[in-house]
């Protein structure tokens, strides 16, 4: 039977790759131990026209979609989970032949791994779900726990992705703590946390109603952060935006500040932030909320 399912026929066509199975019987020379070779004779008595049509490569065409999403930090954490939609998987825990359970048996300080509704106890490293429920209004809920008790920048990004709709669509992360709706497909994203366990916080979604498709709408690359001479800060906006909010979040997870703003360029005095990492959450006259780290250098 082959790979497909079909049963071959005696021909081998065209540019088709193949085995030979030798006879334990045929006449044949020792190499090594049970190792033996042999030569196989093909001649043009063997050849024919036509039978040329049957070619074993890959026919399915319902595609698998898959997404590989990474966790990385500043100190060296590094973590991963996948998500793949697959013939034959359903959106429960179907086991170890779709679903793969995250091993925390050793001691790790940080992990992400997707969740399950009907398995809420369980981690999956790797999750199968039905390819019938990919839509645009799919959600995929993921969680994550750290350790990690120092001030760590903690960051999530896609590290692969694979098929037409993962493709040709874009991937958000909704962060619902910070009430933020990052594009994954452009740019990683920065957070931070308390340590603890967090499963209601991180979102994986491909349209979002927080997020507008006219041509007001930003992405990270839009908006600058510069620290001036004097010791302010200037934020500002490349579109016809203004900048409504800026909230100033240390890398413990800690609001420090929480300044309004009203036009498209913003200077604030934050001279007495110490010099670190911070995560300014940015919000814009059209409602989008950008978050985006910033190290102050003096």
Do not use: C
């Amino acid at each position: 039977m082959g790979g497909d399912g079909l049963m071959p026929t005696r021909h081998i066509p065209s540019g088709q790759g193949f085995f030979v199975s030798m006879d334990d019987a045929a006449p044949s020379t020792v190499v090594s131990g049970t190792i033996r070779t042999t030569d196989v004779v093909f001649n043009n008595s063997m050849r024919v026209t036509g039978n040329n049509s049957q070619f074993f490569r890959n026919l399915n065409t319902d595609e698998n979609n898959k997404i590989w999403v990474n966790l990385t930090s500043d100190n060296g954490v590094l973590n991963q989970m996948l998500v793949a939609y697959v013939n034959g998987a359903s959106n429960d825990d179907d086991g170890m032949y779709f679903d793969v359970q995250r091993n925390l048996s050793n001691v790790t300080n940080s992990v992400i791994y997707s969740l399950i509704e009907t398995s809420s106890d369980k981690k999956f490293a790797i999750q199968a779900k039905d390819p019938n429920s990919l839509s645009l209004d799919e959600v995929i809920p993921f969680g994550f726990n750290t350790s990690i008790d120092e001030p760590t920048l903690y960051s999530i990004s896609i590290y692969e992705i694979e098929g037409d709709f993962m493709n040709e669509n874009t991937v958000y992360l909704k962060d619902k703590f910070l009430s933020i709706i990052h594009e994954l497909s452009a740019s990683v994203y920065t957070f931070t946390s308390e340590t603890g366990e967090f499963n209601n916080r991180f979102e994986i979604v491909f349209r979002t109603d927080a997020l507008s498709v006219d041509d007001n709408q930003v992405d990270a690359n839009d908006l600058t952060i510069t620290e001036l001479a004097n010791g302010d800060v200037e934020i500002k906006v490349s579109k016809k935006l203004t900048i409504s909010n800026v909230a100033i979040i240390d890398i413990l997870g800690r609001q420090i500040y929480n300044l309004s703003g009203t036009s498209s360029r913003e200077v604030y005095n934050l001279s007495n932030l110490s010099k670190a990492a911070y995560i300014a959450k940015i919000t814009l006259s059209n409602g989008q909320v950008i978050s985006k780290k910033a190290i102050k250098q003096h």
